[in-house]
């Protein structure tokens, strides 16, 4: 039931707090918040051994394929890993087709917390932070929250 609650009721920050980011991607790809003004950006912490993680891939992939030249898009940024290529290995096998960050500590205080895995961070068109949740995240949480009405 929990994976079930709506992103928008769970710890939802003050739609003034931003935080840029600069980072590259293991293609060599520069993924700046900057870049995705007037779009949704959901920057995901994960890691290779973290069931709820793995459990909720598919989920994020289908944003990103459906939303990310329109909508939204999901950058994965992997945590707690021994071997980058054991990421970019298991991001090939899932068929990830979002951006991955090899991550650490500098990496993840560009963004914020991350107290647990997975963790999520959503940005909304203007560049704000305005979601974030720790657990894993479900397709329909999202979309619910990025296609609400804004409240006049």
Same mark, same amino acid.
């Given at each position: 039931m929990f994976k079930r609650i709506l992103f928008a009721l769970l710890l939802t920050l003050a739609s003034s707090t931003s935080m840029a980011f600069n980072f590259t991607d293991t293609q060599g790809h520069q993924q700046n918040l900057a870049d995705y003004r007037g779009k949704w950006v959901?920057?995901?912490?994960?890691?290779?051994?973290c069931p709820p993680c793995r459990a909720e891939i598919p989920d994020l992939i289908a944003l990103h394929n459906q939303y990310h030249s329109t909508k939204l898009v999901v950058i994965g940024v992997a945590m707690d890993y021994d071997n980058p290529t054991?990421?970019?290995?298991?991001?090939?096998e899932m068929q990830i087709t979002y951006p991955i960050v090899?991550?650490?500590?500098?990496?993840?205080? /560009? &963004? #914020?917390?991350?107290q647990g895995l997975p963790t999520s961070y959503l940005y909304n068109p203007?560049?704000?932070?305005?979601?974030? /949740? &720790? #657990?894993?995240?479900?397709?329909?949480?999202?979309?619910?929250?990025i296609n609400k009405k804004p409240t006049q």
């Open positions: 959901l920057v995901n912490f994960w890691a290779t051994w054991q990421v970019t290995q298991f991001a090939r090899l991550g650490n500590s500098k990496i993840s205080q /560009q &963004v #914020g917390d991350v203007q560049g704000k932070i305005v979601a974030y /949740q &720790v #657990g894993a995240l479900t397709r329909t949480a999202v979309e619910s929250y």
